[in-house]
């Protein structure tokens, strides 16, 4: 004896070479409840909880001096740690290779020969190499564990040679302990453990029977021969059931790269069908046969949806145990052989910290002006992809600075084409369902950018910078897409076209309020373009790109400038603007004034399938110009009936939370998008979907009733967008 | 690592045989980055000469970058998951660390290129 682990606070001595499963039954007891041990990894019956991790496959596990180790319980799960300040850095490392050999067997060692003579880069994975492969991904690429962290295997090409596991028995009793399979006796024989009186058993066992603490104590086998069934005593039953394919690994993915060698890929022979009810097919879920009967007869008869149905498989081994009599079940009452149902990552337990090991979460872009929105005390949010100023303390006084006074917003986020050549307005023509043509060079055009089946993808405005020359501006959560869409369809087309994306390389400014051209006077910009113009020109010095346009529903001017100049110009327009009573506005404002004006925002108000007709916005569609995309679905959605629209609603009390139901007649039928508390108008006011037939005037939200209302709500003439 | 320093220069789009050919002028080196076939990036440019009239053209201050030595290029890859080639000079784009970058990998120097507005993300996550 050499030193000890700890196995439910108690010492346990263990021998140079044990795992921990092996040090357990060493001292007479079992690493769990019951069920027959496998030694080398394949079923889920040795699992413990080795210094905190739970789920571990105990037979895996060399036992080390001062190892906690704590049995889970016999029923129940045990619950994942609390603490979450647990963060080990765990190293990770990349390697890129002809060909991964998962397996260092025979068929590994061959399979590696071959591709090594072939003058191809080899890596060979084996749990006893010190590399586990706990996971197979399309690729392929393979996860292997190691003693100094994790490794990231890109191969052009997986062998899997795992080799072979026994099978498991389903008899009555065979969740009891004290039952193994030939190749762990043989190991703990190897080991030196006294397993006292031992039976081996092969196809005739009937079924286990066991003492009150739940030890094996006899097993009941059959003669073929004559039927008559025997019971012999003993401490330990060796089951000798036969082979299958440790093919865990194998079946988390597919395709050409990923082949098996050796015993993995050979046909074996499946059990017979367990047919006694009590017995339990899937010792980790506790899947009885009966309950894959009773899975069977709901019509559950596909392996996939079996396994789903009866939890069998759906446990930490996959099926490592339960997987060929699940297969022997389907067979012997269909007469097909069922394909093994799929794997997924991880074939041994990670930690989360294993798995998380250098992954990294989105990246959230910053505008040049994030340090000014800290400054001036802006709460900061996502959104977008971007990391936005919410508010800055009052979004109320925000809101009364946009609509009496002055004030900036950051818009940087907002997507930025520029498109130029010879076959532009065509290009642009066939994307935008509005006409592109007739917009004159400093001229604009709000459009939508439909897809295929009509659909609202995004949109933002066409702004002509001359004959062959525009800028096309996106949605800030949209643009990427968007300008993917352009560049696909351009290339299929085979227009002249070239694309510039400037999202990240210029930033803009909205100066938006009734005393916004005051403001733009004050910053040189005497002569600003008129609404829906656009024009070069200086604004405090700092060269900008002037679009005149309205989101907020007050006269606004978005300048658009070099991202190295932004700061300049945020502080250059806010010391002009101090007598004026300037102040920022964030996105909650900012969402508050869009609403008062009912102007969309793709994403937030529209679903995958929202239509401009749905929107109400058949305006912004011209269904005279022969073709563009989406015209073909629109034409043919245009005669059938409108089962939905998105309106406005007026409400009293305060505005209700978005995404709140919409009632109807005490049915749900639809739901809020948007809403806000209107200072000016002194109501709640709510955009939202109105989804079933007959469509109501008025609806419930919030136990409320809320009167559906014509937008915009604020200003419908638009006079002061174009003041 | 030292911090990401902005850079300027000239953006354009054009015809990918035009750009082969572009003549590039400015006051001091200038090192192009094709980002794509029909698309360079020429740090240091302050003019260029494309033969495409409907070429895109457009002084750039969206990208800052830092130069790596050896030793940083070693700590960088450990957060690169694409592939990068051995040959140089080469031009690598993918995400570093999940953050879309380019690295510029040239014959004892590498250049860390990431849009500016990632950049604070990046420094972060690479410290």
Redesign the interface.
């Known amino acids: 004896m050499t030193d000890a682990i700890r196995v439910d606070g108690a010492d346990l001595a263990f021998e140079a070479g044990d795992s921990v499963a092996i040090a357990i039954v060493r001292s007479g007891a079992w690493p769990t409840a019951g069920g027959t041990l496998c030694l080398a990894g394949d079923c889920g019956n040795c699992l413990v909880e080795a210094d905190g991790v739970a789920y571990v496959r105990s037979c895996q596990v060399a036992a080390r001096a001062g190892l906690d180790v704590r049995r889970h319980p016999a029923a129940n799960k045990p619950v994942l740690p609390a603490s979450s300040d647990y963060e080990p850095d765990i190293a990770?490392q990349?390697q890129?290779v002809d060909v991964a050999v998962i397996g260092s067997g025979q068929a590994g060692r061959r399979a590696a020969a071959r591709a090594e003579a072939a003058g191809r880069r080899v890596a060979v994975l084996d749990a006893t190499d010190g590399h586990e492969a706990v996971g197979l991904y399309p690729g392929p690429a393979v996860v292997a564990r190691g003693a100094d962290g994790m490794l990231?295997l890109?191969g052009h090409e997986v062998v899997v040679a795992t080799g072979t596991a026994e099978l498991h028995p389903v008899v009555p009793g065979n969740r009891l302990a004290g039952l193994l399979t030939k190749r762990a006796a043989q190991r703990l024989v190897d080991a030196g453990v006294n397993l006292g009186r031992v039976v081996t058993v092969g196809p005739e066992l009937v079924r286990f029977e066991g003492d009150e603490a739940g030890h094996v104590q006899a097993v009941v086998m059959r003669d073929n021969a004559t039927g008559a069934e025997a019971t012999m005593e003993c401490d330990t039953v060796v089951v000798d059931l036969g082979l299958t394919p440790r093919d865990l690994l194998a079946r988390m993915t597919s395709g050409a790269a990923v082949s098996t060698a050796g015993p993995v890929g050979d046909a074996h022979q499946l059990p017979p069908p367990a047919s006694d009810p009590e017995a339990v097919l899937c010792g980790c879920m506790g899947t009885t046969v009966a309950d894959l009967q009773v899975a069977w007869d709901a019509g559950y008869t596909n392996i996939e949806l079996l396994k789903r149905a009866s939890w069998a498989g759906l446990g930490p081994c996959q099926g490592g145990a339960c997987l060929p009599h699940l297969r022997a079940f389907i067979i012997s009452r269909t007469g097909v052989m069922p394909a093994p149902f799929t794997a997924r990552p991880a074939a041994r337990q990670i930690t989360l910290a294993e798995a998380a090991a250098?992954?990294?979460?989105?990246?959230?872009?910053?505008?040049?002006l994030?340090e000014e929105h800290l400054a001036l005390g802006a709460t900061m949010d996502r959104f977008g992809g971007?990391w936005r100023p919410w508010h800055y303390g009052d979004a109320v006084a925000e809101y009364h600075a946009v609509r009496e006074r002055v004030s900036l917003g950051d818009v940087s986020t907002l997507g930025k084409l520029?498109v130029?050549?010879?076959d532009v307005v065509e290009a642009l023509e066939r994307l935008y369902p509005c006409h592109v043509a007739d917009i004159k060079p400093g001229r604009s055009r709000y459009a939508l950018l439909l897809n295929e089946r009509g659909h609202v993808m995004d949109d933002g405005m066409i702004l002509r910078e001359s004959e062959?020359?525009f800028v096309l501006t996106f949605t800030s959560g949209g643009a990427a897409n968007a300008e993917m869409w352009l560049r696909d369809w351009i290339e299929t087309w085979g227009l002249?076209v070239?694309?510039?994306d400037?999202t990240?390389?210029?930033a803009a400014i909205n100066v938006t309020g009734p005393l916004a051209k005051e403001l733009l006077a004050r910053a040189g910009l005497i002569d600003p373009p008129r609404y829906l113009g656009h024009a070069h020109a200086d604004v405090a010095g700092i060269p900008c790109h002037v679009m005149r346009l309205s989101f907020t529903g007050e006269a606004s001017f978005e300048l658009h400038h070099?991202?190295?100049r932004s700061v300049e110009l945020w502080r250059a327009l806010t010391d002009l603007g101090a007598d004026l009573g300037i102040a920022p506005h964030g996105l909650q404002a900012l969402f508050g004034l869009r609403l008062e004006k009912g102007h969309v925002i793709v994403g937030m108000d529209t679903e995958l399938d929202t239509t401009p007709r749905r929107l109400g916005m058949d305006w912004a569609v011209r269904m005279e110009k022969p073709s563009f995309i989406g015209r073909a679905s629109l034409e043919r959605t245009a005669r059938l009936a409108q089962t939905r629209r998105w309106v406005g609603f007026k409400m009293d009390g305060v505005a209700p939370v978005e995404g709140s139901p919409i009632w109807s007649d005490g049915d749900i039928v639809g739901n809020v998008t948007g809403s806000w508390m209107s200072p000016i108008l002194d109501k709640a006011l709510v955009l939202g979907w109105q989804k079933r037939l007959p469509f109501t005037d008025t609806v419930e939200i919030d136990g409320r009733s809320a009167v559906v209302t014509p937008t915009p709500f604020y200003d419908p003439e638009g006079v002061r967008a174009r003041a | 690592m030292p911090g990401l320093e902005?850079l300027?220069g000239l953006?354009v789009?054009?015809d990918a045989g035009a750009l082969d050919r572009a003549r590039w002028s400015g006051d001091g080196p200038i090192t192009v980055v094709r980002i794509a076939p029909?698309?360079a990036f020429a740090i240091g440019a302050t003019a260029v000469e494309v033969g495409?009239a409907?070429?895109?053209v457009?002084?750039?201050?969206?990208f800052s970058a830092v130069s790596l030595d050896d030793a940083g290029l070693d700590r960088v890859l450990?957060?690169?998951?694409f592939?990068v080639p051995s040959e140089r000079p080469m031009l690598v784009q993918g995400?570093v660390?999940?953050?879309?970058a380019r690295l510029l990998l040239e014959g004892g120097r590498t250049l860390l290129i990431v849009?500016?507005?990632?950049?604070?993300?990046?420094e972060t996550?690479l410290r």
């Open positions: 990770v990349r890129e990231h890109a250098d992954t990294t979460i989105d990246a959230f872009r910053q505008t040049p994030h971007w520029v130029s050549g010879p062959t020359r002249r070239h694309v510039m400037r990240m390389s210029l070099p991202i190295d | 902005p300027v953006r789009v054009a029909d698309e495409d409907d070429a895109i457009e002084p750039e201050f969206g450990a957060h690169v998951e592939h995400k660390a999940g953050v879309p849009q500016t507005a990632y950049g604070h993300d990046l996550r």
